[in-house]
Every structure is written in structure tokens, then in C-alpha cells.
């Protein structure tokens, strides 16, 4: 699969720990703000940085935000500047949105004019948005909660030709496999008797921390 390219509007806190959080994961990630200086700090941390004004639809052309499958909006206080960058993301056609609200309010409106997923800073930190967003880029993310995912990796090496009771998944890395995808064939709930073949393609559950450590024990990307 085509690995995902993301943009991050609005260089707070927020945006600021999306972009770097992608970015050390080797991640393809162009940063967006009015500031300079915000560009200026994070310039040499990320793919590219570009000063633009996210209201303006022809600045973020000019900015390459369409060439971006993921954007991330991370402009909360200035609500018309957020919806407006919403807006014009979706009218580009970019594939999916995520954009930050600071009240209930703003992320109904957000979530009217087109936004695929609406986060809460309260709730949601960067690094834990990234990861998330991350998941999807394997094959498949389905947010259960704030904390917890679904994610479908390629099975590791290390477990072909072992069954599920001997590798101990749930007390080693606090996760649960939920499903293996075997060629056309999808096991739900497999025994754990059932032993793991290479071409496998499991779906894992748990914490999205637990999910991650998992997938940096066996350094999946």
C-alpha cells in the first residue's frame, strides 16, 4: 500500500507534537502556519514547512497541501480561521481531515462542513493523534475510544509457526488478536491452537500506547 502523505495546519502545542511525532517515525509530513517563526522552528525537523495562510485556498494550493492524503487542523482558538481551513481542505479534495475544536459547539460545526474526524486537546495529545493516524496508514484504524484501536499488521517473523498460546500477546504486549486475514480467508477470534503461516495478516486490539509498542518491538512502519 501507498504510504500516506500528512499536513499540519497550525503550529500551537498541538500541531507542533502531530508533525514531530510523524516525522521521527519517518513520515512524509508537510508543517503549515502564517507565522515565520513557527515555520523557522520547525523547518529542520520536517519534510517542509511553508508559511501560507490556511484561509486562503490558493495559498495552500501554492503550499502543496493537495499532494497531502492526511491534513491535520490544528488551529482551535481562531474558530472562523479553523472552518474556513476545513472548508477549503475538503474543496481540494483531500482525503481525510482531522481538525482540533476547543468547545462542543465548534466541533459540531466542524464535523457539518466536512470534517472526517473532530479531536479535543483536553482529550486527544498530538503524539497519541499521530499514532492513530499512523495505524491507518498500515491498512486499516477504527477508533474505539480515545485510548484504544484496531490495527491489522503483517504477522512477525517471529511468530510463523507458533501458535497464539505460546507467544503470551496479551501478557507481553498487552493486546489481543481479534482476527488473521489467510489469503481470501478471515479467521475471527481464532483458536489459540491456531499456528501463524507467513503470509498472515493479523488484527490486533488494545491501548493505541500498546499497539504501538508492539509495532515498534518488531519495528513495523
Known sequence: MAKANYGVIGLGRFGTSVALTLTQEGKHVLAIDRDEEKINSIKD???SAKQADSTDKDALVEAGIANCDVVVVGIGK?????????LNLKELGVKY?????????QGKILAKIGADRVVFPERDTGARLAWQL???????FIE?????AVREVEVPKQF????????HVGTKFNVLVLAIQRGGERMIVPSTDRKFLRDDRITLVGKTEDIKHFAEHFRMK
Open 45 to 47: 525537523y520536517v519534510t
Open 78 to 86: 481562531e474558530v472562523d480561521a479553523s472552518i474556513l481551513a476545513t
Open 97 to 105: 481531515v482531522v481538525a482540533k475544536a476547543t468547545s462542543d459547539q
Open 134 to 140: 499512523m495505524s491507518s496508514d498500515v491498512l486499516e
Open 144 to 148: 474505539l475510544s480515545p485510548m484504544y
Open 160 to 167: 510463523v509457526g507458533k501458535a497464539i498460546k505460546q507467544l
